[in-house]
């Protein structure tokens, strides 16, 4: 099995080679959060938007009554939408049943970016184990892509998606697998930066961004492994929970 990871978006050159690939898409803080808590609450389906434009576009083509504009630009609600982007806001009261129609600055830019994959699902710490749990099972080329930070590299990602490659392959001989250096380097951040995670979230460059907008439960939630066992998986356009 060959495994690769990108550190941002920008290095997929050509969506259409993910169609062989299992990708998984890591954006921590705080789209793969807020996306498992949503579909844990009861959210019918999630549609992600590469923009603001087109969430209000397809917006117009539904029911009144049936869906939520949710998201954040700047990590605040954008104006005119039902829900932000803080996983504390996706509650079963608010969500059960809904079409909510997705658009956040990095992670469902993202998620957008793989509509060609065999297979896309979307991790974070809440649900690693339940999307490493499916990727064994299959053997397919796996490729993690983290969301990043307006097209750079963030250390939140490059952790959760070392800590991806490192549970994909452990117990067995690194040598079975083709490891790129960019996976060789994310198992090497997370062994480092892995052992607080907390820690390392409130020392990230969003982290402390989100703090300062009053965000800072958002990170604990983000930080607990598996406590969201969810597998969200995005095809034909729309994302749902396989399990
Ligand atoms: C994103 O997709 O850029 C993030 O989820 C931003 C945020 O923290 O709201």
Do not use: W
Request: net charge positive; charged share 25%; glycine share 8%.
């Amino acid at each position: 099995m060959n495994i690769d990871l990108y550190f941002t978006p920008l290095q997929i050159q050509d969506e259409l080679s993910l169609q062989n690939k299992t990708v998984i898409v890591v954006d921590v803080l705080r789209a793969s959060t807020t996306i498992a808590t949503a579909l844990k609450n009861g959210a019918r389906v999630i549609i992600p938007t590469a923009s603001v434009e087109n969430a209000v576009k397809y917006a117009s083509t539904l029911e009144p009554d049936s869906f939520l504009l949710c998201g954040e630009r700047g990590g605040k609600i954008i104006d005119g939408f039902h829900l932000g982007n803080s996983p504390l806001e996706y509650t079963e009261e608010k969500v059960k049943g809904k079409t909510l129609i997705y658009a956040s600055t990095n992670g469902s830019v993202a998620i957008t970016k793989t509509k060609y994959a065999k297979h896309s699902i979307i991790a974070g710490f809440v649900n690693i184990s339940e999307v490493v749990n499916f990727v064994k099972g299959n053997s397919d080329d796996v490729l993690i892509l983290c969301s990043g930070k307006l097209n750079r590299f963030c250390i939140e990602d490059a952790v959760c998606g070392g800590m991806i490659a490192f549970l994909l392959t452990k117990g067995k001989s690194r040598k079975r697998f083709n490891l790129s250096d960019s996976v060789n380097a994310g198992i090497k951040l997370y062994k480092s930066y892995g052992k607080n995670l907390l820690k390392m979230l409130r020392e990230s460059e969003h982290g402390k961004f989100l703090i300062e907008l009053g965000f800072e439960d958002d990170l604990k939630i983000a930080s607990e492994v598996d406590s969201i066992p969810i597998l969200p998986v995005y095809s034909d356009g729309v994302i749902k929970a396989l399990r």
